[in-house]
């Protein structure tokens, strides 16, 4: 099993920025790509972007292209989420998953959530 646990929710203004994070333990996550995914209220949740195992290939959702930025440290096993230009819509909670791949297909491994809220 994967344990992952995200950090760097919060409430912020538009315009503002965050940095997610969310840190692996129990069994390697080596290998495997590590993303993010989002679920506002009332709505199904949505690839954000994804980052494989090298760090040399990255996808974004075309919402959050050009203002988020994904990355990764292995030796930490930790997947972050650079969050800036936040928008009201960006409101959501993040999901972190390991496992998934090609986007925006899903991995089996889920964080808990951190609640992101972008007021206008």
């Known amino acids: 099993q994967v344990q992952l646990v995200e950090s760097g929710g919060g409430l912020v203004q538009a315009g503002g920025s965050l940095r997610l994070s969310c840190a692996a333990s129990?069994?390697?996550?080596?290998?495997?790509?590590m993303g993010w995914f989002r679920q506002a209220p009332g709505k199904e949740r949505d690839f954000v972007a994804v980052?494989?195992?090298?760090?040399?290939?990255?996808y974004y959702a075309d919402s959050v292209k050009g203002r988020f930025t994904i990355s990764r440290d292995n030796a930490k096993n930790t997947v972050y989420l650079q969050m800036n230009s936040l928008k009201p819509e960006d409101t959501a909670v993040y999901y972190c998953?390991?496992?998934?791949?090609?986007?925006?297909?899903?991995?089996?491994?889920w964080g808990q959530g951190t609640q992101v809220t972008v007021s206008s």
């Open positions: 998953n390991v496992g998934g791949w090609p986007p925006p297909t899903p991995g089996v491994y």
């Open positions: 980052i494989r195992w090298s760090g040399d290939r990255t």
């Open positions: 129990g069994r390697t996550v080596s290998g495997y790509a």
